[in-house]
């Protein structure tokens, strides 16, 4: 089984910053993809930003020049640095992992998700 365990969440004004993380744990042999996913109140969720294990990242348009996702693997963890944040990125934002667990089959886990307001 495996856990993931976000933190970082909370209210930021337009125009600045928050850093979300996001720390795997339990039966892990490896991690392919991590990666955001938010969901705005009255809409579905979204792919925000993703990452692999090789080091290879995309973004939503929405998004692009102002979050940046990176992973430590070591760690088995994955942070969402968010600048320049508008209210519109008003959300709660879920970690999302495909793992490899020990006996080498891959799984789909999902974090509880952590607010994130965008208001003055």
């Known amino acids: 089984q495996v856990q993931l365990v976000e933190s970082g969440g909370g209210l930021a004004q337009p125009g600045g910053s928050l850093r979300l993380s996001c720390a795997a744990s339990?039966?892990?042999?490896?991690?392919?993809?991590m990666n955001w996913y938010r969901q705005a109140p009255g809409k579905q969720r979204e792919l925000v930003a993703a990452?692999?294990?090789?080091?290879?990242?995309s973004y939503v348009e929405s998004v692009k020049g102002r979050f940046t996702i990176s992973r430590d693997n070591a760690k088995n963890t994955v942070y969402l640095q968010m600048n320049s944040l508008k209210p519109e990125d008003t959300a709660v934002y879920y970690c999302?992992?495909?793992?490899?667990?020990?006996?080498?089959?891959?799984?789909?886990?999902w974090g509880k998700g952590t607010l994130v307001t965008v208001s003055s």
């Open positions: 339990g039966s892990i042999r490896s991690i392919n993809r």
């Open positions: 999302y992992a495909n793992v490899k667990d020990l006996s080498w089959y891959d799984r789909d886990y």
């Open positions: 990452s692999t294990s090789g080091g290879s990242t």
